[in-house]
């Protein structure tokens, strides 16, 4: 039988991990330190980035993520109109032998696209487990650096069994929720989504950020630590609703789905972007919002 000693160590170890999510927590030390806190207003005036360069970055990581995986979409390109398959060439079999196609990990197209990567590693917080860090090159004031991956919960669905012990669930402006959980419960209901609204082919989101490998290397925004008093924000969440408009055969990379198949309206995303020059080797830190009228 473990000691009462071991047992408050392990309770203690937990906390320090979980803390930084807790809402009560939080709530304390944003009145004990304001620059934490980022105050907003309704609707469209909390935009660090315009809707438009969000959408533009996304297609532009997205179609060349499309292109570098054309031997697996061949399915899904024969069912595209010919002006989009245009887009879309593939080679046949004399040009594959002449030049073999290289395979670029989505780490590389990110980098080549972007002009950084980020990747996943031990947070530099004290026992804040996992965070994110630019693992290549140099993210600019402005840029679109990450999304927040998960099933999205509008504020009158059910969501209690999903949130025990969830650090994971994001809070929109407007009461939207977003459980960015890989595990459990959370992923099970993600997965059972996404296969409801497939098609055949195509694909309406990306499941593989349930996985240690996401085909979008974006879908890590869960695991970005908030901010603290050692350490200030370099990044904001914002949030983006993704036009009914946006390129069909490219929603598979989107990492968010609706948990009510009949839910109105366009697909609620969150990205996070960079609030400053973020260079290789920074980790990503967030800061809370509040919503003011």
């Known amino acids: 039988m473990p000691s009462p000693g071991s047992v408050l160590r392990a309770f203690l170890t937990r906390w320090r991990s979980y803390k930084y999510r807790f809402v009560p927590w939080v709530a304390l030390n944003l009145a004990r330190n304001r620059r934490t806190l980022r105050h907003v207003s309704a609707g469209c005036s909390d935009k660090v980035m315009a809707d438009a ?10 179609r060349t993520l499309f292109r570098t995986d054309l031997n697996q979409q061949k399915d899904l390109l024969i069912l595209l109109p010919t002006i989009t398959r245009a ?14 196609h290289v ?7 990110m980098y080549k696209c972007l002009g950084f990567s980020i990747d996943r590693r031990p947070s530099s917080l004290d026992a804040a487990g996992t965070g994110v860090f630019v693992s290549k090159g ?61 098609l055949g082919p195509l694909k309406m989101c990306d499941r593989t950020w349930l996985t240690s490998s996401p085909h979008n290397p974006l879908a890590i925004g869960q695991y970005v630590n908030n901010c603290s008093n050692e350490h200030e924000a370099n990044v904001c969440y914002q949030e983006f609703d993704v036009p009914e408009f946006f390129p069909v055969e490219l929603r598979q990379y989107i990492p968010n789905i609706r948990y009510s198949h009949d839910m109105e309206g366009p697909l609620r995303c969150v990205v996070l972007v960079a609030l400053r020059d973020i260079h290789c080797g920074e980790e990503l830190f967030s800061n809370y919002f509040t919503l003011v009228e």
């Not at 887009?87 to 073999?100: E, F, G, I, N, T």
């Open 103 to 109: 395979v670029l990990h989505v780490d590389d197209v």
């Open 53 to 62: 360069e969000v959408q533009s970055s996304l297609i532009t990581l997205f």
């Open 87 to 100: 887009r879309y060439p593939v080679p046949d079999a004399r040009d594959q032998q002449q030049c073999p």
């Open 138 to 198: 140099f993210v600019p004031k402005g840029a679109l650096v990450s999304m927040y991956p998960g099933a999205v919960y509008q504020n009158y669905e059910p969501i209690f069994f999903q949130s025990i012990g969830n650090p994971f669930i994001f809070r929109c402006l407007d009461g939207i929720f977003i459980d960015g959980n890989d595990k459990g419960i959370s992923k099970s209901v993600y997965r059972s989504c996404s296969r409801r609204d497939q």
